[in-house]
């Protein structure tokens, strides 16, 4: 009897040993494969390497563009810029937000949710009910009441007609500034008076210090088709283009950098919001905007030294036709089938299936501007960026453009063309698309350099 007690005891010693993978580094086996779904509307961008900057001459000899060898990671890209009704998705959203705010605060049962209900978890603050329906032309008086907070005062409305008061709708949201987190910064001694970081985040153990607020109006600026140019008459432009469904798929105009970002944040938060809602669901989606050595290689189509998106060093393609939206010959604004902003996708894609990157708008990126930023960042992923603040002096809140525009000459169309505008201003002539990172193994179509490199 001991001798099979003995032996029963060894059997079950050496399957707990099978069970922990016999001793050797096996790693965690209860974890899910990822695999990373392709975004609705978006286009992936291969790893590459390229000489970004000059690659044809410098016209005005503004040696801002001196060429440098890069290297940029695999993302995804918005196939064209984004239009008016997908800004105008951001707009309601808002709109909503703040409405369904203010009646919570005489409904909190309804439009409210402070509880779940089959944990018994509490949220504070609550979170708003999106899947309450919203009634504006609602009977009860307190519901009218609270949402009259949202429409213009009598006084400042033309012909009675009742409007949302755009000064309103304001997007707040939080985010951590990991350049911040990622300085050091301390004396020898590890006394935080004496290095001086009494006033700054570096140094201090409670992390919420690198958490940061920004409260954004997410409105986009119609008057700009008139302050832009002064003496034209784009007057039915400004109550036109952003609301009127013939411009539905118009790129967005009139927007900031700091209103592109808040859309990118707030895309993020729309895409995470359903895939947390989905059981199993662990991916987590980050929306923002390219960085100037991405968008560079994102135009370039895969070429190297090409000087515009389509490969060839000419606007015209072989049939006489041009294939952008800009300013050409002497000004004669029509003869590439736009006065202004055209439809997106109208021109040919390049050879990453991308849209307008070249005309029709300027595009922001994430990049500040600095003229020599080419001589002192990385050639693995470069980036230059600063979060410039209100007081901060205009020069720190210069932005990168590129792209050119549907008023700009043939040479800010090139891919390597830098041009800038401050953070805080609002052209008829700029708008932007997002990118996302993308996580895990390169996609590649060559299946012998796939398994050479990759593999």
């Known amino acids: ?67 440098k060898t890069v290297t940029i990671q695999s993302f995804y890209m918005d196939q064209t810029e984004i239009t008016n009704n997908k800004y105008r998705q951001f707009v309601y959203w808002v709109r909503d937000s ?38 504006w032309g609602s009977d009860q008086q307190d519901v009218r009441d609270a949402l009259a907070q949202m429409y213009l005062p009598e006084s400042e409305r033309f012909f009675r007609r009742k409007e ?7 997007f707040e949201y939080y985010f951590v500034d990991l350049k911040a987190a990622a300085r050091k910064d301390y004396s020898q001694s590890g006394d935080v008076k004496e290095a001086g970081l009494v006033n700054r985040p570096q140094g201090l153990k409670d992390r919420s210090v690198y958490v940061r607020k920004e409260v954004v109006n997410v409105y986009p600026d119609t008057l700009c088709w008139i302050h832009d140019y002064v003496y034209s008459f784009n007057d039915p432009m400004t109550e036109k283009y952003f609301w009127h469904p013939a411009y539905d798929n118009y790129p967005v105009v009139g927007v900031n950098w700091k209103q592109a970002n808040a859309f990118c944040i707030w895309r993020t938060q729309l895409k995470n919001s359903f895939l947390y809602g989905k059981k199993g669901e662990s991916s987590v989606s980050e929306f923002r905007l390219p960085t100037e050595a991405e968008w560079e290689w994102a135009a370039r189509g895969g070429f190297d030294g090409n000087p515009y998106p389509w490969g060839g060093p000419y606007t015209r393609n072989d ?19 736009g006065a202004t902003t055209v439809i997106c996708a109208h ?3 390049n050879d990453f299936n ?44 210069r932005k990168v453009i ?33 990118v996302q990172p993308y996580l895990g193994r390169q996609k590649d179509d060559n299946p012998a350099r796939a398994s050479h490199v990759y593999n």
């Open 1 to 67: 009897m001991k001798k099979l007690l003995n032996y029963i005891v060894l059997l079950i010693f050496l399957a707990s040993c099978g069970n922990s993978g016999n001793g050797e580094l096996t790693g965690v086996k209860d974890r899910k494969r990822y695999y990373q779904p392709d975004p609705f509307g978006m286009v992936y961008i291969s790893m590459g390497s390229f000489t970004m900057g000059l690659g044809d001459e410098d016209l005005p000899y503004a040696q801002l563009n001196n060429p």
């Open 402 to 434: 590129r792209g050119g525009s549907w008023k700009d000459v043939a040479y800010f169309l090139r891919a390597s063309s830098r041009a800038w505008e401050y953070q805080d201003t609002t052209k008829c002539y700029i708008g932007f698309r997002c």
């Open 347 to 349: 021109y040919p894609a």
């Open 98 to 135: 703040i409405a369904r705010r203010l009646l919570g605060e005489i409904k909190p049962e309804e439009f409210l949710i402070s509880e779940n209900k089959k944990t018994g978890e509490t949220f504070e603050p609550p979170y708003l009910n999106w899947s309450a329906k919203l009634n």
């Open 354 to 397: 991308l849209y307008d990157m070249a005309g029709n708008v300027a595009e922001w990126t994430r990049s500040a501007f600095y003229p020599s930023s080419y001589n002192f960042t990385w050639d693995l992923n470069p980036d230059y960026t600063y979060n410039a603040k209100d007081a901060d002096p205009p020069a720190m809140k």
């Open 164 to 170: 949302i008061d755009t000064r309103k709708l304001y």
């Open 319 to 337: 049939k006489g036709c041009f294939l952008a939206n800009f300013k050409p010959l002497r000004g004669d604004y029509i003869a590439d089938g």
